[in-house]
């Protein structure tokens, strides 16, 4: 075992003093393998005197985080269980810990006198508690900090870790020897004029400032550096795709061809003024020489679709062919009806390409496609199977496009020679989020519903108004309208979801006796879904019963009352998209929102929704009020997770860093010069897997 070396980036952490193999096998486990990894493990929380609220000063169903002194302990027998209580105070008053599971094992973690920071949500029985508070305990030294208005770095551990040593106070151990024994000298990569022109600190400094800092201005600056830092590559890699996508040339199509005229002749409805106008800069991208790059972003209901038909009829009518990409068997079905009965007109051939298609009428399609003869081709994920070979791919489109990750959606483009690329999308995608990820794309905004659409009305209701709120669908059932009851459908919990959806069909079943009942969820095999979704497109079906497989998928103009069970559980986004399913005939649309589970954060989540329809409104709040992991689930863009970044608040570092990217890649095209040498070195060592993705639209 070697101490007191002089570390690097490439030290394996088990020479690190007070790690060795044991404890390196299980830091391993959590992506901690060398010395500048074990920098790169920020804290997940700090305490300072700022961030403390003494115990008086708690509220029921507020997260707090106390620091206080052991009192007393014990395990205590409930009625049908022991468990492990904690008396604590911090001078201002007394709290409760509770521990329900392994009290035996908590027991034995604590001691009379000690100094610990609590950190959970206060209930109150008997008194104000915290149950299973997450918990570090703080040696004086430790503690000293909050006297004097230092900092205390608080760190994420898992049961292996602790067993090991290696709880808070053990990383500070281990993080801090790191620190002093690092040979910081090579590691800075921005230059010193990025630094100075930023008013960023050094990321040597960083680095020290964000596991230790002696005030809390030094934590902000090294939060803002390393934010900075993960922003930057991002953006750097936008700036690069973008410069790509300038200097390739598409397909150029002039004229409006033979088709599209016709087409829109047809169409029984007047466009909005925001639809003409994506349409025509659709138009415009492609009629130039540059590969179309655009996204169209418009509301549930506010008819994109129709701009998909013709933008697709211009690509057809001047010889090329349109691949539609669609996330689901339900929207591609739906999608081939819709183009089918509007090319049928022009006599222009549409294809379906699906999972489970028989032999003969596959290998038809795929021949048709290969020799041109189907100019549209409408598919799921199946559209980029290597078997699938077009003729001339002139335009790709994506719908609900944020549903596939990258490397999807560049194995379309690879089947063309620099097709055009038209990507949409009915999520409203709050504007920190589109500068972000799609900084690279043209913007078209579909902001206006069509005349027709009459807006629909939301309420919020508790479980006791259900019979009520039955009688009212019984009321629109019997004027020969349709209803829809959507239950939740979470991957965590999905086996208990689909019990509870299929007990509360049964429920409305035995309730609503006088009318045919269906139920659709996810784990049915296509047929069977298909069955029911079109008895329901056809009225045959009344009321649906149905998981979250229709949040995408489902246009029936007589469904006009939507009761949502649950509501608390999903994200104001999706709880959005579904109420965008009804009311897109003549009627008017009501969409229910049952509350069941009560929380001050889940009654301001649901007023939102009877507050507003606006998508974009909504699309900001859920970000905020969920944070970007939860709201859009940033793994599927093929971008890396990131440590310390936060785009709902680092607006200004965005703007910051993507000034940054832009002007190094409008001098520096391929990161060749002295003062970028470095950044491309990094760029190259962390970020490999986004530079494979530069050439991917």
């Known amino acids: 075992m070697i101490y007191n070396q002089t570390l690097n980036s490439k030290t394996p952490v088990q020479y690190i003093k007070g790690i060795g193999p044991k404890r390196a096998l299980v830091l391993n486990k959590i992506g901690i393998e060398t010395a500048i990894d074990l920098l790169y493990f920020f804290p997940r929380r700090h305490l300072d005197r700022t961030s403390i609220t003494p115990i ?71 008194g104000y508690q915290l149950i299973h508070p997450e918990y570090d305990i703080l040696s004086d030294a430790e503690s000293e900090p909050l006297n004097t208005g230092g900092v205390i770095p608080i760190y994420s551990s898992n049961e292996e870790l602790k067993k090991i040593g290696l709880d808070s106070r053990g990383f500070r151990r281990i993080i801090k020897y790191c620190l002093d024994n690092f040979d910081f000298d090579n590691e800075e990569f921005l230059s010193d004029r990025i630094i100075e022109n930023y008013k960023l600190i050094s990321l040597e400094r960083a680095l020290k400032f964000i596991h230790f800092s002696q005030e809390i201005d030094q934590l902000s600056k090294a939060k ?56 025509s800069e659709i138009h415009s991208d492609m009629a130039s020489r540059k590969v179309m790059n655009r996204l169209v972003q418009g509301d549930v209901g506010s008819g994109k679709t129709i701009v998909a038909i013709l933008a697709s009829a211009i690509v057809a009518g001047n010889n090329f062919q349109v691949a539609v990409m669609v996330p689901t068997e339900i929207l591609a079905y739906q999608h081939y009806s819709v183009f089918k009965s509007y090319f049928d007109k022009v006599r222009v051939p549409v294809g379906l390409l699906v999972g489970k298609q028989n032999l003969s009428e596959r290998k038809n399609l795929l021949s048709g496609i290969e020799d041109g003869k189907i100019r549209i081709v409408i598919g799921t994920h199946a559209i980029i199977q290597k078997e699938i070979k077009f003729q001339d791919l002139g335009l790709i489109i994506i719908d609900e496009q944020q549903r596939f990750g990258v490397i999807q959606r560049g194995n379309l483009v690879d089947k063309g ?77 999905e086996k208990l979801d689909l019990e509870t959806a299929i007990n509360g069909f049964e429920v409305l079943k035995r309730r609503f006796l006088d009318y045919s009942v269906e139920l659709v969820h996810g784990r049915m095999k296509r047929e069977e879904k298909d069955k029911i979704m079109s008895n329901f497109s056809t009225n045959k079906i009344k009321l649906l019963v149905s998981t979250t497989v229709i949040e995408v998928g489902i246009d029936v103009p007589n469904a006009t009352v939507m009761l949502i069970e649950n509501a608390e559980r999903f994200g ?81 570092i965005i703007r910051d860093a993507q000034k940054a990217a832009s002007n190094i890649i409008d001098d520096d095209n391929n990161l060749i010069k002295i003062s970028n040498e470095k950044i491309r070195k990094r760029f190259f060592q962390e970020y490999q897997e986004m530079l494979n993705m530069v050439n991917i639209t």
């Not at 750097?236 to 033979?258: F, T």
């Not at 507003?612 to 093929?638: A, V």
């Open 56 to 126: 008086k000063k708690i509220i029921r169903g507020k997260k707090v985080t106390i620091v206080a002194t052991v009192e007393a302990s014990g395990l205590v027998q409930a009625r049908r269980r022991k468990y492990f209580q904690l008396i604590v105070n911090d001078g201002s008053a007394f709290l409760k810990c509770i521990w329900f599971n392994n009290p035996k094992y908590v027991e034995n973690l604590f001691s009379i006198g000690n100094k610990v920071a609590f950190h959970g949500k206060v209930e109150f029985y008997n």
């Open 224 to 279: 803002y550096r390393l934010k900075f830092d993960e922003h930057f590559f991002l953006q750097l890699l936008i700036a690069l795709r973008k410069l790509i996508n300038s200097k390739r040339h598409g397909k150029v199509i002039p004229n409006n061809g033979a088709y599209v005229k016709r087409i829109f002749n047809s169409i029984s409805f007047d466009l909005t003024g925001a639809q003409k106008k994506a349409l």
């Open 417 to 493: 020679l620099d097709p055009h690329v038209l990507s949409m999308t009915a999520t409203p995608i709050p504007r920190t989020l589109a500068n972000t990820f799609y900084g690279d794309m043209d913007l078209s905004l579909i902001n206006e519903m069509p005349k027709h659409r009459k807006p629909v009305t939301t309420k919020v209701v508790n479980q006791k108004s259900l019979e009520k709120v039955y009688g009212f669908m019984e009321s629109e059932l019997e004027k020969g309208r349709q209803c829809i009851v959507i239950y939740p459908l979470i991957d965590d919990s």
């Open 572 to 652: 104001l986004t999706q709880l959005h998209q579904l109420r965008g399913r009804i009311g897109r005939g003549s009627e008017k649309g009501y969409c229910i929102l049952i509350h069941r589970k009560i929380t001050e954060n889940s009654k301001k989540r649901l007023s939102i929704m009877e507050r507003t329809k606006d998508g974009f409104e909504i699309s900001d709040e859920d970000l905020k009020l969920r944070g970007p992991g939860e709201f859009y689930g940033t793994r599927q863009h093929g971008y890396p997770i990131w440590k310390i970044a936060d785009i709902v608040n680092d607006g200004k």
